[in-house]
């Protein structure tokens, strides 16, 4: 499946083929990041929400890129976290 580019024309780069996958994930809810960090008042609600997007986020995007990298023959996962984990709760 190739995007359309405004003139239809082919995009300069090619789309069949995957390298890369750059995982960056946050739940940054406006709502739920003043309650996100305080584990001992943190509610279930606020906990669940963080780990399916941070965890499961990441475990999904992953199992769908893998069998696109091993077809290009190689590739790379990158996952990032932020500096939370530095953080005393």
């Known amino acids: ?5 405004g003139n239809s024309s082919p995009p300069p780069f090619d789309l ?3 390298d890369i996958l750059h995982n960056n994930a946050a739940a940054l ?5 003043p309650l996100d960090g305080d584990i001992e008042h943190m ?3 606020v906990w669940d929400r ?18 696109h ?12 976290v932020s ?5 005393a709760i």
């Open 69 to 80: 990298l091993r077809a290009a023959g190689n590739g790379a996962i990158v996952n990032t």
């Open 83 to 87: 500096n939370s984990r530095c953080r």
């Open 29 to 33: 809810d406006p709502d739920l990041a």
């Open 50 to 67: 963080t780990f399916t997007v941070n965890l499961r986020g990441t475990m999904m995007l992953c199992r769908e890129a893998l069998p």
């Open 43 to 45: 509610q279930t609600a």
């Open 1 to 5: 499946m190739r995007p359309r580019f």
């Open 16 to 18: 069949r083929r995957l």
